[in-house]
């Protein structure tokens, strides 16, 4: 795997604990695009949309636009991978805490 590659897989596990983090499970691609930024991955609106989508394929999140804004939910797929109870491939593996 490739640095890029890497980075990708980094920023989707990033963004999957943020949601799976929420009380109810949502952020929207503005929140997550500023939990990226905390950890050090500047990236632009559209990359986050196409990392959700990707995230959205491997079955991790369910998207929903609301007006101009895409809104990212946790699947409970998604949640068994943060919690280290199955693996999405295309997703970094989370290390114990």
């Known amino acids: 795997m490739d640095y890029a590659e890497h980075q990708r ?14 009380p109810d499970d949502t952020l929207n691609e503005t929140m997550l695009l500023t939990t990226l930024k ?9 990359w986050v949309r196409t ?3 990707v995230m959205e ?3 991790a999140v369910r998207l929903d636009r609301v ?7 946790i699947t409970e797929a998604g949640a068994s991978h943060v919690e280290r109870v199955t693996t999405i491939e295309g997703i970094a593996r989370p290390s114990r805490r």
């Open 9 to 22: 897989q980094d920023a989707r596990l990033v963004m999957l604990r943020a949601l799976h983090e929420q």
């Open 67 to 73: 007006g101009e804004f895409v809104i990212a939910k």
């Open 51 to 53: 990392e959700l989508r």
């Open 38 to 46: 905390a950890f050090g991955y500047r990236k632009t609106k559209e």
């Open 57 to 59: 394929d491997l079955g």
